[in-house]
C-alpha cells in the first residue's frame, strides 16, 4: 500500500558532520529522484560552521551521483537545499532558528511540518530539544513535528534512561524516532517476510527444530580515524547493544498481530525481556572479547588497534565480541544463540544462521566431508543480500555419498530493482510518519540492562581477559569454543562461499 508524504521541511542538526554528507544527502537525493519527495519539500541544514546556502550545496554536489546530468536533476535536488549557521547549544539562537523555518516554508509553499534530524554529538541530544521546545518548534495542533535521533542511544542503562526520560519531557514518544540503520536495511526487513510469508519455515522455526542461531557482523575495516569515539565505545556499544540486539529481535519474535509499528515492536520487547541475564560471574565463559594486534595481511604491515589514533596504547576496549545466550520463553527454550562481531576480520560479512537439527540417526554413515550434516538457513544481510538453504545431497555414482549442497537466491538477480539503502528507507519512514523500523524507548532500555551487567563485570574485573587477535583473521580462538556441539560458519564475500579462508 503506498503511503502518503506530506510536504515538510527536513532540518538536520550537525549538517556539517560526516553523515549528512555521506548517507543522508545521497539518500535524500535517490528519494528525489525516485520521486518519492513530496513537490513541496526542503532540507535545512544547521550547524556551527558558518555557509551560505550556495557554499552549503556546492559542498554537498561532491556526494551526490557522478554520472547525473548535473544540469538538471542535481541542480533541482540541490535548489531544496539551505543552510543555516547557528550555535545549536544556544537557547537564544533558536528563534533564529524557527523565523529562518518560517520563511523557508512561506516562500516554498510548505506547511510547517517539521522533521528535526539529531547527526550532532550526542552531547546535545538533551540540549537541543529543549531549545527546540523553549520556542515551541516541538508541539502544533495542525502540522506534524517529529525528532530522529541517531545512535550512540545513551553508553549505559543510566544515560540512555535519562536521555528518554528527558526527550519525552519535550516530545511524545510518537514523534521521536531512534534511529538503528541496521533496521533499514531491506535483507533485515526481508527478515520478516521469510518467516511469517512461508509455510514451509514458521511451522519449524523453534525449539523442536532449530539446535542453535548464529549471528555474524563482521567488518574487514578498522577504526578507520573513529579511535578517540571507539575507544570509549567498543564493539559491545557500538554493534551489540543496538544493531545486533534487533538482529535478535527480529529473528527471534512472535508473530506480530499486525504490521504495525506498534504491534511488531511490542513482539521485539517481548524478546529482550525474555534474554536469560549472564550474571556478573558468568561473563568470563559467555563472552569473549578481543582486540586485533598488528599483523601481515597480503604481504602488507597492518596496524594493530593499539597503534590507531585517538587510542589508549594500553586500551582494554574490544574490537572484537563473541557470545553466547539463551531466551527464556517457550519459543527458544533450550535453543543457544550466539553472536559474533569484530573490526579487522578477514571480509565485511553480516548475516544470520538458523542451524536446523541433524536427524535423528545417521543412515548414510559419518563421511568425515560431510560433517555437519545439520540444514542450514543463511540470511545474508549484506554484501551479496540473499538467502540460501544448504543441504544433503547423494553424490551420483555407487553407494549412498552425501554432500552438502547449496539452493540460494540473490537479491542481484532480480533485475531493475533498486535496493533502498538503509537511510532512504528510514527517511521515507519518518516522512510518512511510520516508526515500524526504528526502535523504541522501552526496547532501547530493555537492550541496555540486558548487556550492562557484561560492560560491568568488564569494568570491575580487569582479570577477564582481552584477546589479542592478529588483524585479517576470524578473531581469538577460544571464541571457537563458545559454540557447543559445532562450529562458526566461515563466510566468505560470496554468499554461498564458506570455508576457512577468504579474501580480504
Ligand atoms: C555503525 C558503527 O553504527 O555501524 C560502525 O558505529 C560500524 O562502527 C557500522 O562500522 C556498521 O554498519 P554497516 O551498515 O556498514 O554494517
Redesign the pocket.
Known amino acids: 500500500m503506498k503511503k502518503n508524504t506530506d510536504p515538510h521541511i527536513l532540518v538536520i542538526f550537525g549538517a556539517s558532520g560526516d553523515l549528512t554528507k555521506r548517507k543522508l544527502v545521497p539518500a535524500l537525493f535517490e528519494l528525489y529522484r525516485q520521486k518519492l519527495l513530496p513537490e513541496q519539500f526542503a532540507v535545512l541544514g544547521v550547524s556551527r560552521t558558518e555557509l551560505s546556502d550556495a557554499e552549503f550545496r556546492t559542498r554537498m554536489t561532491d556526494f551526490l551521483p557522478q554520472e547525473e546530468d548535473k544540469s538538471s536533476l542535481i541542480n533541482q535536488f540541490l535548489d531544496k537545499l539551505f543552510y543555516q549557521s547557528l550555535s545549536t547549544s544556544d537557547v537564544y539562537e533558536y528563534p533564529i532558528l524557527k523565523d529562518r523555518l518560517a520563511s523557508i516554508s512561506k516562500a516554498n509553499n510548505i506547511p510547517e511540518n517539521y522533521i528535526f534530524y539529531l547527526s550532532t554529538p550526542p552531547s546535545l541530544y538533551e540540549i537541543i530539544p529543549e531549545n527546540l521546545a523553549g520556542v515551541d518548534l516541538n508541539k502544533t495542533d495542525d502540522d506534524f513535528r517529529r525528532l530522529i535521533v541517531e545512535?550512540p542511544f545513551g553508553i549505559n542503562l543510566e544515560s540512555a534512561k535519562a536521555l528518554n526520560k528527558n526527550l519525552l519531557n519535550y516530545f511524545n514518544e510518537d514523534q521521536i524516532y531512534r534511529i538503528d540503520?541496521?533496521l533499514g536495511?531491506e535483507s533485515v526487513q526481508n527478515m520478516l517476510v521469510t518467516r511469517f510469508s512461508n509455510g514451509i519455515f514458521e511451522p519449524i522455526w523453534n525449539h523442536n527444530f532449530i539446535h542453535h542461531v548464529e549471528i555474524t557482523?563482521a567488518?574487514s575495516?578498522g577504526v578507520e580515524g573513529?579511535g578517540g569515539y571507539?575507544e570509549n565505545s567498543g564493539a559491545m556499544r557500538?554493534?551489540v547493544q543496538?544493531?545486533l540486539m534487533q538482529l535478535v529481535g527480529m529473528v527471534a519474535m512472535e508473530p506480530p498481530v499486525v504490521v504495525e509499528a506498534d504491534a511488531i515492536r511490542n513482539e521485539v520487547l517481548k524478546v529482550f525481556q525474555s534474554l536469560r541475564p549472564i550474571k556478573k560471574d558468568e561473563v568470563e565463559n559467555h563472552v569473549i572479547r578481543g582486540q586485533y594486534i598488528e599483523s601481515h595481511i597480503k604481504g602488507e604491515l597492518v596496524k594493530g588497534y593499539r597503534q590507531e589514533k585517538g587510542v589508549n596504547p594500553e586500551s582494554r576496549t574490544e574490537t572484537f565480541l563473541a557470545m553466547k545466550f539463551h531466551i527464556d520463553n517457550w519459543r527458544w527454550s533450550g535453543v543457544p544463540f550466539y553472536i559474533r562481531t569484530g573490526k579487522k576480520l578477514p571480509t565485511?560479512v553480516?548475516e544470520v544462521v538458523i542451524h536446523f537439527k541433524k536427524p535423528p540417526m545417521h543412515l548414510f554413515g559419518e563421511n568425515p566431508a560431510y560433517r555437519h550434516t545439520n540444514n542450514q538457513l543463511v540470511i545474508r544481510i549484506?554484501p551479496d543480500e540473499g538467502i540460501l538453504l544448504k543441504f544433503g545431497m547423494k553424490v551420483p555414482g555407487a553407494g549412498f555419498n552425501v554432500q552438502t549442497v547449496n539452493m540460494d537466491f540473490h537479491y542481484d538477480d532480480l533485475a531493475d530493482v533498486h535496493l533502498p539503502s538503509?537511510y532512504e528507507r528510514l527517511l521515507l519512514d519518518c516522512m510518512q510518519g511510520d516508526a515500524t523500523l526504528y526502535a523504541r524507548g522501552d526496547a532501547v532500555e530493555k537492550a541496555w540492562e540486558y548487556v550492562q551487567p557484561i560492560l560491568d563485570a568488564w569494568k570491575e574485573r580487569p582479570d577477564i581477559p582481552v584477546y589479542g587477535y592478529p588483524a585479517g583473521s576470524w578473531g581469538p580462538d577460544v571464541a571457537d569454543n563458545l559454540v557447543d556441539g559445532s562450529s562458526w560458519r566461515y563466510p566468505c564475500k560470496n554468499l554461498s562461499d564458506d570455508g576457512n579462508y577468504c579474501e580480504l
Open positions: 545512535k540503520h541496521y536495511k557482523s567488518e575495516l573513529r571507539y557500538d554493534m543496538n544493531h565485511r553480516t549484506q538503509a
